[in-house]
């Protein structure tokens, strides 16, 4: 039997999930992104988070900002094109955050992340409350782009050479 991708990271029978701590109504989850994806979320008015491509089976939002910060800055500001990382935040219903085990891929107390299956992304999406927001960005060497350290958006958002 061909090993599967989960298979692929970590060894069989790892321990590689933890349990949900109490929560309230809604969850923050954190996304590091790249501007490719930011402006498919911008063209969803900053409430869903668009389809995964065929070599992505799962998308996955993590659990707390500083793990955002180091995927943006370490992995999205360095191997994108442009090299560019943002941070973003949202709410998700509890109810539909919580269907998904909390994956450990690093530290556990700091490297988690939901494991959503690329099947259950308009599932998941409709449980967004509020806008997507945009916490930081970092530029990796090379990218000659202006970011606005206000909104952390390129300057002439939506519109212009970003």
Do not use: C, Q
């Given at each position: 039997?061909?090993?599967?991708?989960?298979?692929?990271?970590?060894?069989?029978?790892?321990?590689?999930t933890v349990p949900w701590p109490p929560?309230?109504?809604?969850?923050?989850?954190?996304?590091?992104?790249?501007?490719?994806?930011?402006?498919?979320?911008?063209?969803?008015?900053?409430?869903?988070?668009?389809?995964?491509?065929?070599?992505q089976p799962i998308f996955?939002?993590?659990?707390?900002?500083?793990?955002?910060?180091?995927?943006?800055?370490?992995?999205?500001?360095?191997?994108n094109d442009p090299p560019v990382g943002f941070v973003t935040a949202f709410e998700v219903q509890a109810e539909v955050a919580t269907r998904y085990e909390i994956q450990v891929v690093g530290a556990q107390d700091r490297h988690q992340e939901l494991w959503v299956p690329a099947e259950d992304l308009d599932t998941f999406n409709a449980g967004i409350i509020g806008p997507?927001?945009?916490?930081?960005?970092?530029?990796?060497?090379g990218y000659s782009g202006r970011i606005d350290p206000e909104t952390h958006l390129p300057v002439n958002w939506p519109a212009g050479s970003w």
């Open positions: 039997m061909t090993p599967d991708w989960l298979d692929t990271l970590f060894p069989p029978k790892a321990e590689r929560v309230g109504d809604t969850v923050t989850l954190y996304r590091p992104t790249g501007l490719h994806e930011l402006r498919l979320v911008a063209e969803r008015d900053w409430r869903a988070w668009p389809p995964r491509l065929p070599d996955y939002p993590v659990l707390n900002a500083e793990y955002a910060e180091e995927i943006a800055r370490d992995w999205n500001a360095k191997r997507i927001r945009v916490l930081a960005h970092f530029a990796g060497a």
